[in-house]
Structures are given as structure tokens and as C-alpha cells.
């Protein structure tokens, strides 16, 4: 099985966040399972460039990827480079899985593929729902999807990473076939035993590409009614412009006393994660989520939105919690949680073993191997 992975951004643009470390992850094992991948990605690293030779194929943990050059510095990520290249190499491949959507290299890939005859798989990432259509860029969305991305998408195949993902696809598009796998989640084999003290404040944790998408608006103004000690602890980067207006929520509900901003983190992800009570992810819109796996993995207590992909699995297991997006239902949430120190250290104490099983490696493999030569089969 040949298998062509397309995405904007690989590793290591971080900066991108959970996605371009799930599409690194799948092509890692994914070779270790004894498949022939390639990646075609772009030098987009935000706003920068990341510095790797381009057009020749290099081995990234034992992945072949080529960077190609993109000409624009936004995120349509144009490159004619790897567009050239897809067209010339496509057809030596059994299958060309192209990574999220409006882009014009994942929209451009998905056309050639197409017209040269290869089967296309679709993993929008969480950039193909309702609300994609509402937020930024929304008027050159709607043109992209009435001209040429709805007669496409018929025409593919489409991963999902949720229930709720499959069901927001299915009011906008019905591809050949939908079908359902999680991401894979990049974790510690080993967790740490100790706990953050529970007597005093809960210890808050945001941690997230800082955007309009996340909702960390709506947690600053639930913060504005929470009763009970807390602090928050918001990591992660977005645009200079938009964490300004955050922090003037801040200033303006008089809660910057009880936040630390400590921007991007990397490395050291799993021990902050480890050393808090509860990390918040009130999202107006998130196909899976793999911060909450990850935080789970280490056995931090999540609250999510009912809008993350990953809420059904939370609360069926008892995870966290799952509240309605409204700064009321929030601030209500948080002043039960510091109460509930029992719950707390019970689910600190299963999570990590939880979520090792049901998202073990080899069998995520499996599924996705098995999803590819359905495909195959099927062309």
C-alpha cells in the first residue's frame, strides 16, 4: 500500500497545533506497520518559514516528507511547487489522504488527485462544519464551496474524528462514505504519581492556539462570577491583536490578578498539564479535541464545552464535565469542581489507564489500515 499524506504544515510547525501532530503521528506509525508513505507539505511555520530543505524528499522519524515553498504568508498556504509535484507523482500512489479544507493546497490536491484518477480521503480537522462557514473568511468560503469544494467533496471519502463531526459533515455534504477514528494522541509512557495540592485554590488550565474558535472569551467572563479560589493558567499562542482584547476582559471583570499568560509551550506540555486541577476548553466549535486526551492521560479532570467532539466520550466515562456555552453555566461548573476533590482524585487515578486503552496505538493503526483498503477496494 503507497499512501500520499497532504497537509500544509508538518512537523516542526508546532505552532499549528493539534492537527499537524496528529498528521505527523498517523504517518509514524502508520511506516511502522510496514506502509510505503510520503508527505507533501509546505514550508509554513505562521507567519515565518520553516527552515528545511525544500523540494528534495528528507526523513522525518522515518517518514519521507518533502517541504515545498508556499507564496502566500496566510493560511491558503498556495505553493504551485507541490501542486506541480502532485500531478506529476500522484498516480504512483494507491491513495492520496489530504488533511483539513480550505486551503488551497488541500483543495487543489483534492482536485488533481481526482482528475487523475487516484482515490481521495478527506480529514477536514475540524475545518469542515457549520460554523466554519460563519467565522473568518466566510464570504470566500461560501464562493470556494459553491464553484468547485461541494463537487469535490462528493466525489471523496471522509475521516472523521467524532460523532459530532460525522453529524455536522452530513448537514453540509454527503461524500461517498464517512467514516469514523481517532486521532492519534501523542502521550508520556510513563505518568507521574504526584498530585497538586488540593486544599486552597483549583488550579485552572487553559491550553490551546489561542483563537475566536476556542472560547476563551466565554471563560473570562464566567471567571467574573466564580466564587470559589481559582487560578488560570492560559497557555498556548495566537495573534498579538486578539490576546490584547482578552486581556482587557481580563482588566475589565477585574480577574487579571487570578491569570498568568505564559504563552507557547512545548516541551514541557505534560507536566503542566499534570500539575493542574482542571483544564477548561470551552470551544464554540472542535471536532475531537486532542487536548483533552492528553490531559486525561495525565490524569487532569477536563471541563469541556458540549461543543467539542470528545464531550460524549467525557461524559460516558466519566471523565469531567461537560457544560452548556454560556459564561453562567461555566462559572457554575467551576464552583461545584473545587468542591468535588473526591471526584477529582478518582479520576486521577483511572484517566491514565482509560485512555491508554482506548486509544492504544496498534489498534488505532488497525482501524486505520483497514479504513484505507475499504477504500482501495472500493476504487
Given at each position: ?11 516542526p ?21 510496514g ?10 511555520n505562521?507567519k515565518?518559514?520553516l527552515?528545511?530543505?525544500q523540494n528534495e ?9 518533502t ?18 509535484r ?6 504512483k ?23 487523475r484518477g ?19 473568511n466566510?464570504?470566500p468560503?461560501?464562493?470556494?464551496h ?7 467533496l462528493?466525489r ?12 455536522g ?13 481517532p ?12 498530585v ?20 476563551l472569551?466565554?471563560l ?10 481559582y ?25 487579571s490578578a ?7 509551550q ?5 507536566d503542566?498539564?499534570?500539575?493542574h ?28 464545552s ?8 467525557v ?6 464535565w ?15 469542581i ?5 471526584t477529582?482524585s ?7 489507564g ?26
Amino acid at each position: 500500500m503507497k499512501l500520499l499524506q497532504i497537509n500544509a504544515s508538518y512537523k516542526p510547525a508546532y505552532i499549528y497545533g493539534g492537527p499537524t501532530m496528529s498528521v505527523s503521528k498517523l504517518s509514524e506509525q502508520l511506516v511502522k506497520a510496514g506502509c510505503v508513505v510520503e508527505v507533501f507539505t509546505t514550508t509554513a511555520n505562521g507567519k515565518d518559514e520553516l527552515p528545511v530543505k525544500q523540494n528534495e524528499k528528507v526523513d522525518v522519524n522515518s517518514v519521507g516528507v518533502t517541504y515545498f515553498k508556499r507564496l502566500t504568508k496566510d493560511h491558503s498556504h498556495f505553493s504551485p511547487a507541490l501542486l506541480r509535484r502532485q500531478w506529476n507523482d500522484v498516480r504512483k500512489f494507491d491513495l492520496v489522504h489530504v488533511h483539513a479544507w480550505w486551503n488551497l493546497v488541500s483543495v487543489f490536491s483534492c482536485w488533481i488527485a481526482l482528475i487523475r484518477g487516484v482515490p481521495v480521503l478527506l480529514s477536514p480537522r475540524g475545518t469542515l462544519s457549520a460554523y466554519s462557514f460563519t467565522n473568518r473568511n466566510n464570504f470566500p468560503k461560501k464562493i470556494i464551496h459553491q464553484l468547485l469544494g461541494k463537487h469535490l467533496l462528493k466525489r471523496c471519502y471522509i475521516h472523521v474524528t467524532s460523532p459530532r463531526e460525522k453529524e455536522g459533515i452530513e448537514t453540509i455534504i454527503h461524500p461517498r462514505d464517512i467514516i469514523n477514528i481517532p486521532n492519534f494522541i501523542e502521550i508520556p509512557d510513563d505518568v507521574s504519581n504526584a498530585v497538586p495540592n488540593q486544599a486552597g485554590a483549583i488550579k485552572l488550565l487553559f491550553f490551546s492556539r489561542i483563537e475566536e474558535k476556542k472560547g476563551l472569551d466565554i471563560l473570562l467572563n464566567a471567571l467574573a462570577t466564580v466564587t470559589v479560589p481559582y487560578h488560570l493558567t492560559i497557555a498556548g499562542g495566537g495573534d498579538a491583536g486578539y490576546i490584547e482584547k482578552l486581556k482587557t476582559i481580563a482588566e475589565k471583570n477585574k480577574i487579571s490578578a487570578h491569570i498568568s499568560w505564559i504563552g507557547f509551550q512545548g516541551s514541557n506540555k505534560f507536566d503542566l498539564l499534570q500539575q493542574h486541577h482542571l483544564m477548561v476548553l470551552p470551544s464554540y466549535d472542535e471536532n475531537f479535541g486532542n487536548v483533552v486526551i492528553e490531559s486525561l492521560s495525565m490524569g487532569t479532570a477536563v471541563l469541556i464545552s458540549k461543543q467539542v467532539g470528545l464531550a460524549a466520550y467525557v461524559a460516558e466515562n466519566n471523565l469531567g464535565w461537560v457544560c452548556e456555552l454560556e459564561k453562567n453555566d461555566i462559572s457554575r461548573f467551576i464552583n461545584l469542581i473545587q468542591k468535588e476533590t473526591g471526584t477529582l482524585s478518582a479520576i486521577r487515578t483511572y484517566a491514565p489507564g482509560k485512555i491508554r486503552d482506548d486509544f492504544n496505538e496498534d489498534n488505532l493503526t488497525r482501524k486505520y489500515i483497514e479504513m484505507y483498503n475499504q477504500i482501495i477496494n472500493n476504487a
